[in-house]
């Protein structure tokens, strides 16, 4: 299809997705046998999902510590870069195990910070990638609302649905853009 929309070959870098193991095996396997994939992209995880997920995790936990686990949660997040965020990992885990009820907080470690998922999109985006306010966010909540219902469906239907969702994109009047631009939002935002 997006060779059709664009005449381009599909070269994809970078791929931001929830924490799902079947979500992300799903692709690994889709881009291996259609897309001609060289090199697997990097896999980045939605900040929003991380801390839903942790959300869930600590809910056993007093407000004082929930509040030192979502501080180091957010200084790992907002890392300018790959030696700034091995600061703030080693940082928060060794304020972790200063608490005995932080100390078993190993799920995060497992899971977020040395597991399959541990490329998060704010420190791993290249410049000039949206870090906030993801486009693909968006696009996937008009898709849910307008396209499915916000109802589960089988994949083949919605493999329909996505085709008939690419067919209506591709009618639109918006021009198809192939670079980066800061929106309007985003500058007025910014100037505030």
Known sequence: ?????TGEQVHISYVMMDADAAQRSAFESIAVQCLDVESQPKYMMCFFHVTKNVKKRITYLSESKNRIVFRHIYRIHYARDGVEKKQCIKEAIADWNKDRDLKEFGYFLKQWLTGRFNLWQCVESPMGMA????H????NGQFKQ????????????LFEK??????LKSILSITF????RVSVET????RK
Do not use: D, G
Request: hydrophobic fraction near 30%.
């Open 187 to 190: 500058l007025r935002a910014y």
């Open 131 to 134: 870090k906030t306010n993801n």
């Open 177 to 180: 853009e192939t670079t980066t």
């Open 136 to 139: 693909i966010e968006n696009f």
């Open 146 to 157: 307008q396209h499915t219902q916000r109802r589960l469906l089988r994949l083949n239907t």
């Open 162 to 167: 996505l085709l008939e969702c690419c067919s």
């Open 1 to 5: 299809m997006y060779v059709t929309v």
